[in-house]
């Protein structure tokens, strides 16, 4: 990479955030990190390693941590934004003023925002305009793996070639491979869809009902997410990829899963309130699942394992009767 190449600004620094800023800074890019606690930057810099959500990844030299946002994102060509979904539209209203012309935009946020029942990629176009370099990064990704730097594929979405492909090859590397699309919808739909998902089969194998029912779960699961996908104007095939089938595997079946460790929390009769505070980390899935129950309502699209987590999540129905429910539903052709 070019040593005169603009900084990249990464906002957020949780795992996710600090993963990316690392691969990123691994390829030679410079690379600037800034996230809304200043005394946890200022804990970062000084230890160069993220204590909080990724110890044991030591930071290069090529990132800089920064604890104003406009320092962060001034003379920076792209900017990658890693925060939960409730908090993408402040940070990109935030940071619009900011931007030097032809700046652009890149997110690793995944879920609807709950309050509109839009995607990050509209929310962006409500702020930027439709003419704005935008991408999606997504797939099975699990932060700790990519600090650590094991071999890791994920997909980059956007609506600029030319910028998909410029973020592939910066974070592609000996242990890291990266895949372009056109498919901001697609891409989207799977990383909101699946953290429901991933609640379930935490739920399921939590309450030991095997692995029939896991992969029952995963593989019906999966069809709700393509019924969605295709009736907000995906394409089916994308979830088939790294950010369909993929990451929703990932997600379902490994306990670094936030969304996964939640449904495994339920299931020993934990709270919602009080597995999310065992986990000590934001699970996209909850409000997801409230998300994506109204999304589908409005585009009309049948989607009752999701609608079932709902359920249990937010009108405290019994996971065993909601799996009963499933059960009982009128037999038709797969």
Not at 227 to 241: D, I
Not at 286 to 311: D, G, H, S, T
Request: hydrophobic share 45%; net charge negative; aromatic share 4%.
């Amino acid at each position: 990479m070019p040593a005169d190449k603009p900084p990249i600004a990464v906002l957020g620094a949780g795992s996710w955030g600090t993963a990316l800023a690392l691969q990123f800074a691994r390829s030679g890019r410079s690379v600037r990190l800034w996230g809304r606690d200043r005394e946890q930057l200022l804990a970062i810099d000084a230890s160069r390693c993220n204590d909080r959500y990724l110890p044991g990844a030591r930071f290069p030299e090529n990132i800089e941590v920064v604890t104003d946002i406009q320092a962060c994102v001034a003379g920076a060509k792209d900017i990658l934004i890693s925060v939960p979904s409730h908090g993408l539209r402040e940070t990109l209203t935030t940071v619009a003023p900011m931007l030097d012309d032809g700046a652009r935009i890149c997110w690793a946020t995944k879920g609807f925002e709950l309050s509109t029942g839009k995607l990050p990629h509209q929310v962006a176009q409500e702020i930027f305009g439709d003419q704005q370099p935008i991408a999606v990064l997504s797939g099975p990704t699990f932060a700790k793996e990519v600090g650590e730097g094991l071999p890791t594929a994920m997909t980059i979405a956007a609506n600029d070639a030319a910028f998909a492909g410029e973020l592939a090859t910066t974070l592609s590397g000996d242990n890291f491979r990266a895949y372009t699309s056109e498919d901001i919808v697609g891409v989207e739909v799977g990383g909101a869809v699946k953290n429901v998902l991933a609640i379930g089969a935490g739920l399921s194998d939590g309450l030991g009902f095997g692995a029939n029912t896991r992969i029952a779960l995963i593989n019906r699961g999966l069809v709700e997410m393509m019924r969605l996908g295709v009736a907000l104007g995906a394409n089916s095939e994308t979830f088939m990829g790294l950010a369909g089938m993929g990451d929703l595997v990932l997600t379902c079946t490994d306990d670094l899963s936030r969304n996964r460790r939640m449904g495994l929390a339920l299931a020993r009769g934990r709270s919602v309130q009080e597995a999310q505070d065992e986990i000590q980390q934001v699970v996209e899935g909850v409000l997801a699942a409230k998300a994506v129950k109204e999304v589908a309502e409005k585009a009309q699209v049948v989607m009752p394992i999701c609608n079932e987590i709902y359920r249990i999540l937010y009108e405290g129905v019994a996971p065993r009767e909601a799996v009963g429910t499933l059960m009982r539903r009128g037999l038709k052709p797969e």
